[in-house]
């Protein structure tokens, strides 16, 4: 991967495009985001072709070669007016009235590809809400305030998103929290031979995350639904990546020792993202990992708001796992069963 692309990973819409990309979200009708249907989801794929060419282009790029971060940031897009108290439970807005932010996510996202969601997290939306909730200050999933270790999102699934977008409502009170990523383009050459082919095998045992409903380790006990993974997959200069240092370890101690490798590798290859409203940050969930710094929420009605829409570049291959022609998984259980018993 040559480093020219290194500045294409921000891109901030100028005054026009941001007009453009408010006479298309202002004009469109009510969404109700618990019935996110596919023919709404077809016309938003349609209107999709009066964004700005700057900004589709970019997009069509990021899906088709990603770049060395990983990551791609699009600034100063419209936001809604008016904004409730940040939801204290972390589930549906039921007071948000207008639906920009979430047009915005479905505009931009679907450049990449369809939307898909999980059953078993946030009631199943396609579009969710990812705030603080008091009480989870020390969990390692979206509704913690502490240090969330870098994962690949939702790696634990058969059908794990392709990529992430996260919108940014509002801010946290002291303006200190960061979204960072690192992607394994940037850190591979920092990663010794023997601890990339001791990646590459099945040595690495990753578990559920609470969000889902399970309890992650509990000491060396195997979680329900944990599944035996290699690291590192396909082309052998520019592979993909699935991790989670928090639900994920190896599977002897070459293993571990090949993951703590890892670890050193991106975290000293990092893009530190400090979210505004208006900032849409989309992650290749292939190349990049991601993860947040700490932060003191107030729970005041004001605290980090953002909202999340995954897309994956292959709807079908989820087929035997969604309802119909719907976009939401069956729960974890029943597919990882269906898959061992195949």
Same mark, same amino acid.
């Given at each position: 991967?040559?480093?020219?692309?290194? /500045? =294409?990973?921000? #891109?901030?819409?100028?005054?026009?495009?941001?007009? $453009?990309? *408010?006479?298309?979200?202002? +004009? %469109?009708?009510?969404?109700?985001?618990?019935?996110?249907?596919?023919?709404?989801?077809?016309?938003?794929?349609?209107?999709?072709?009066?964004?700005?060419?700057?900004?589709?282009?970019?997009?069509?790029?990021?899906?088709?070669?990603?770049?060395?971060?990983?990551?791609?940031?699009?600034?100063?897009?419209?936001?809604?007016?008016?904004?409730?108290?940040?939801?204290?439970?972390?589930?549906?807005?039921?007071?948000?009235?207008?639906?920009?932010?979430?047009? /915005? =996510?479905?505009? #931009?996202?679907?450049?990449?590809?369809?939307?898909? $969601?999980? *059953?078993?997290?946030?009631? +199943? %939306?396609?579009?969710?809400?990812?705030?603080?909730?008091?009480?989870?200050?020390?969990?390692?999933?979206?509704?913690?305030?502490?240090?969330?270790?870098?994962?690949?999102?939702?790696?634990?699934?058969?059908?794990?998103?392709?990529?992430?977008?996260?919108?940014?409502?509002?801010?946290?009170?002291?303006?200190?929290?960061?979204?960072?990523?690192?992607?394994?383009?940037?850190?591979?050459?920092?990663?010794?031979?023997?601890?990339?082919?001791?990646?590459?095998?099945?040595?690495?045992?990753?578990?559920?995350?609470?969000?889902?409903?399970?309890?992650?380790?509990?000491?060396?006990? %195997?979680?329900?639904?944990?599944?035996?993974?290699?690291?590192?997959?396909?082309?052998?200069?520019?592979?993909?990546?699935?991790?989670?240092?928090?639900?994920?370890?190896?599977?002897?101690?070459?293993?571990?020792?090949?993951?703590?490798?890892?670890?050193?590798?991106?975290?000293?290859?990092?893009?530190?993202?400090?979210?505004?409203?208006?900032?849409?940050?989309?992650?290749?969930?292939?190349?990049?990992?991601?993860?947040?710094?700490?932060?003191?929420?107030?729970?005041?009605?004001?605290?980090?708001?953002?909202?999340?829409?995954?897309?994956?570049?292959?709807?079908?291959?989820?087929?035997?796992?969604?309802?119909?022609?719907?976009?939401?998984?069956?729960?974890?259980?029943?597919?990882?069963?269906?898959?061992?018993?195949?």
């Amino acid at each position: 991967m040559q480093r020219e692309d290194r /500045n =294409l990973h921000v #891109l901030e819409l100028t005054q026009h495009e941001r007009m $453009a990309m *408010e006479s298309i979200v202002r +004009g %469109l009708p009510p969404l109700d985001i618990r019935n996110v249907n596919d023919e709404r989801l077809t016309e938003t794929e349609l209107l999709g072709r009066r964004v700005p060419v700057r900004i589709a282009d970019a997009l069509i790029r990021f899906r088709k070669h990603s770049n060395s971060e990983g990551t791609l940031l699009l600034r100063n897009l419209p936001v809604d007016d008016v904004l409730p108290a940040t939801p204290s439970d972390g589930r549906l807005a039921e007071a948000k009235k207008s639906t920009i932010s979430e047009y /915005n =996510l479905l505009l #931009l996202l679907q450049f990449l590809g369809d939307p898909i $969601a999980y *059953e078993d997290e946030k009631e +199943g %939306l396609l579009i969710q809400n990812v705030c603080p909730v008091q009480g989870c200050e020390e969990l390692q999933e979206n509704t913690g305030s502490t240090y969330l270790e870098f994962h690949t999102e939702d790696g634990f699934h058969p059908y794990k998103p392709d990529f992430i977008g996260l919108f940014c409502l509002r801010p946290d009170h002291e303006g200190v929290a960061k979204t960072i990523t690192s992607s394994i383009r940037m850190a591979i050459q920092k990663i010794p031979a023997t601890a990339v082919s001791l990646l590459r095998e099945p040595h690495f045992r990753i578990s559920p995350a609470s969000s889902f409903g399970y309890g992650g380790y509990a000491g060396d006990k %195997l979680p329900e639904c944990s599944r035996t993974i290699p690291v590192l997959s396909g082309s052998l200069t520019d592979p993909d990546m699935c991790i989670d240092f928090f639900l994920m370890r190896g599977t002897h101690p070459a293993a571990q020792w090949a993951l703590d490798v890892l670890k050193e590798a991106l975290t000293s290859s990092v893009q530190e993202f400090s979210l505004r409203p208006g900032d849409l940050l989309i992650v290749d969930n292939r190349k990049a990992a991601h993860a947040r710094t700490s932060f003191e929420p107030r729970y005041d009605g004001f605290d980090r708001w953002l909202q999340r829409l995954f897309v994956t570049n292959d709807i079908r291959r989820s087929a035997d796992g969604r309802w119909r022609d719907g976009y939401v998984c069956s729960p974890l259980f029943t597919l990882t069963k269906r898959h061992h018993s195949m």
